[in-house]
């Protein structure tokens, strides 16, 4: 268990600093305990916000975030069990967990940040960067079509799913208190600020 961690490897103006906000407010609204919670991230920049939330935490490997966590609930059904990943870790090399997640309707809380590109290693074409933007993977532009999540997992059958900005720290607040009380599944994807690399 980690508690009291207040040194963040952010850049200035990620918005990992308000979706890591949102999360603990919405903790310490339903008064879960830190002996209550377990959070379960992936590779990234997203991938240090399991550390630095109080609590159990995991940072499993990359893509691999939901079928630890799935076994963490199996363990131990009274957890609260919340999965952090990004967009190349949930969609990417993790997409076939986070399908099978929703359609077995597995009772974890995912939240995904979504920049739209691979942050950490300094701004390459990700599953959900828009057509024909320009990356550091892709020079001339992106010559595929993103995927969407949302609603991709309404198709399998996803109970919650929703999508909120993170300039809008109410918003996810809210939802993630509704994401935590619903029995199942549930989709939380945020588009996220990364004022480093992603300038659309
Ligand atoms: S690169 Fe982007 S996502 Fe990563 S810490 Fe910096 S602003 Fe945040």
Redesign the pocket.
Known sequence: MRTGINHF???P????FAIHFAINAAIKELNILSKDILVVSGIG?SGKMAQYIPGYSVEALHGRAIPFAIGAKLANPKLNVLVYAGDGDAYGIGLAHFIHACRRDIDLTYIV?D?ENY??TTGQTSPTTPLHQKTHSEPEGTHVAPIYPVQLAETVGCGYNISVSSKDLAKMKEVIIEGIHHKGFSHIHID???????DW
């Open positions: 490897q952010r850049c103006g990620c918005g990992n920049c940040a920049n942050a950490l996220q600020l990364c004022p480093s690399y992603r």
